[in-house]
């Protein structure tokens, strides 16, 4: 599988439950106050610069489309989703 163009194909990384300050523990789906989610970056599209496969990244998770293939999901979002290269 190969990413075209500005495009990315991205693995997310599913966040960890977390505790908040009066004890309650939120899961991934409840996190309303977090905007951007960690990803691996699987390939990258011929136009993408700065952006490498295997490198992590953060991303506008309200970005993207998902897409599976052999049974596996996978992200497909732009180079301009991409916030931070870690």
Known sequence: MRAVGNYLIIK?????TVETTGGLILGKNQRNDI????????SVGA?????KKKDKIYFDIASGNLIEINK?????????DVIIVL
């Open 35 to 42: 905007r951007y989610q960690e990803a691996n970056v699987l």
């Open 47 to 51: 136009e993408v610069k700065g952006i």
């Open 12 to 16: 997310p990384i599913d966040p960890a």
């Open 72 to 80: 596996k999901i996978y992200s497909v979002i732009r180079e301009s």
